[in-house]
């Protein structure tokens, strides 16, 4: 079983950065494939970021390409969502998401899709306003 807590978010002002940390409990975070997802109320969850198992190799959604950067610390079992030039439309609820499964490539159609993910940490607010 893997836990994954979440810290940072908060309040900022539109053009503004914040960082989202996940640490994981366990010894094999290095084997897990990294996700961050968001929901907007009244929306559904979507794709932020993904990072491989090494960090060699990232994916993005559109909205947020060239403003956020993914990232992970194995040895510390964290993961990292840097956020910067922030607009009040990334305001949601986000969570960063572990897959376990064993897999051979990291492939955009599949680990940005919510429901390859097997853990999930308790979300957190990021508020940024106008």
């Known amino acids: 079983q893997v836990q994954l807590v979440q810290s940072g978010g908060g309040l900022v002002q539109a053009g503004g950065s914040l960082r989202l940390s996940c640490a994981a409990s366990?010894?094999?975070?290095?084997?897990?494939?990294m996700g961050w997802f968001r929901q907007a109320p009244g929306k559904e969850r979507e794709f932020v970021a993904a990072?491989?198992?090494?960090?060699?190799?990232?994916y993005y959604a559109d909205s947020v390409k060239g403003r956020f950067t993914i990232s992970r610390d194995n040895a510390k079992s964290t993961v990292y969502l840097q956020m910067n030039s922030l607009k009040p439309e990334d305001t949601a609820v986000y969570y960063c998401?572990?897959?376990?499964?064993?897999?051979?490539?990291?492939?955009?159609?599949?680990?940005?899709?919510?429901?390859?993910?097997?853990?999930w940490g308790q979300g957190t607010q990021v508020t940024v306003s106008s």
């Open positions: 366990g010894r094999t975070f290095s084997t897990y494939v």
């Open positions: 990072i491989s198992w090494g960090g060699r190799s990232t």
């Open positions: 998401a572990a897959d376990s499964t064993d897999r051979r490539a990291f492939i955009y159609g599949v680990v940005s899709n919510s429901h390859e993910y097997d853990y």
